[in-house]
């Protein structure tokens, strides 16, 4: 039985609708949490996308976040531009790109990553210890959700 053939239950309806909202929400917060650069949501997704494995094709880089190849490549043109990455031909096929990341582009991620861990501390000090415990023990069951939706893909 594949996963489409599977009806879900109306508590996993439920638990996956809650899920989805809630991270949706925690993600738009994280994204909105940045330094003073003048750095749209999209150039700092994609810089922390390339930043992740330091250098990557731009195909496989359009397919891990979801954006076509048309404005992935105005995006790392924009980035380029800052410095922040660089471009380069495949040495064995010049249709093929590379995007890597310079040093200045890991300084920002390191920027931007320490930012929103320091939103995270803010929001966990709100928490008690009862919920720091439960978000602890669900953490690896998380870890499992983004693993399988990865596979999936």
Not at 15 to 25: K, P, S, T, Y
């Amino acid at each position: 039985m594949t996963d489409a053939t599977i009806t879900p239950t109306e508590s996993e309806t439920q638990l996956a609708e809650q899920f989805r909202v809630a991270f949706g929400r925690l993600n738009r917060s994280l994204r909105l949490t940045h330094t003073d650069t003048d750095l749209p949501p999209s150039q700092r997704e994609v810089l922390m996308a390339v930043a992740r494995v330091k250098s990557l094709r731009l195909s496989d880089l359009s397919q891990e976040e979801g954006i076509n190849p048309t404005m992935l490549s105005r995006i790392v043109a924009k980035l380029e531009a800052s410095g922040l990455v660089t471009r380069t031909p495949d040495s064995e096929d010049a249709r093929i790109m590379h995007v890597a990341v310079t040093p200045s582009g890991v300084a920002l991620r390191d920027t931007i990553r320490g930012e929103r861990t320091d939103a995270l501390h803010y929001a966990l000090r709100h928490l008690t210890n009862e919920e720091k415990r439960a978000l602890a023990a669900a953490t690896p069951v998380l870890e499992k959700i983004v693993a399988t939706l990865r596979e999936r893909q």
